[in-house]
């Protein structure tokens, strides 16, 4: 259940916030963070690292509900509201890593992911890294749109 309420919430917020003319542009954004939430999950499950619990669709593991929700609805936001200060950006990646690591611990907290071998600390550090890896993306691949509207 917790994994379509994350879904639901997710796209709530994606559909007051969107910008759906920009869309074109920073779905892009979206669809890496969601390749990369796949297959590190994909990953780490396979190690042993972790698993989740209650899925309703699943590969390898991996709730695609998930997939298709937070990482695909950060990413896009993530890139629409991307800061042009670079102070700005560095507190982004902060503000939106323990964002998403809020949720990871929620779902712990509610029994639907359960640590095997594997630590907060250790998320919270892939949290940071994939979050500066979409704004890499967004600064350096996703700019030239910002630049020619």
């Not at 890496?32 to 939430?37: F, Q």
């Not at 991996?62 to 929700?69: A, G, L, N």
């Not at 949720?103 to 359960?114: F, T």
């Amino acid at each position: 259940m917790s994994w379509i309420i994350l879904f639901i919430i997710s796209w709530i917020i994606f559909f007051i916030a969107v910008d759906f003319k920009m869309l074109k542009y920073t779905i892009w954004s979206g669809l890496l963070a969601a390749c990369m939430e796949f297959l590190i999950d994909m990953l780490f499950i396979g190690h042993n690292l972790f698993k989740t619990i209650n899925n309703l669709f699943e590969i390898k593991g991996v709730p695609i509900i998930f997939t298709f929700s937070a990482p695909l609805a950060m990413g896009i936001l993530m890139s629409q509201y991307y800061p042009k200060r670079k102070l700005y950006r560095i507190l982004n990646v902060f503000v939106l890593s323990i964002l998403f690591y809020s949720v990871e611990y929620i779902l712990l907290l509610k029994g639907d992911l359960i640590y095997m071998n594997w630590s907060f600390a250790e998320s919270l550090v892939i949290d940071i890294l994939a979050i500066i890896t979409i704004s890499w993306f967004n600064l350096v691949v996703l700019n030239k749109w910002r630049e020619s509207i």
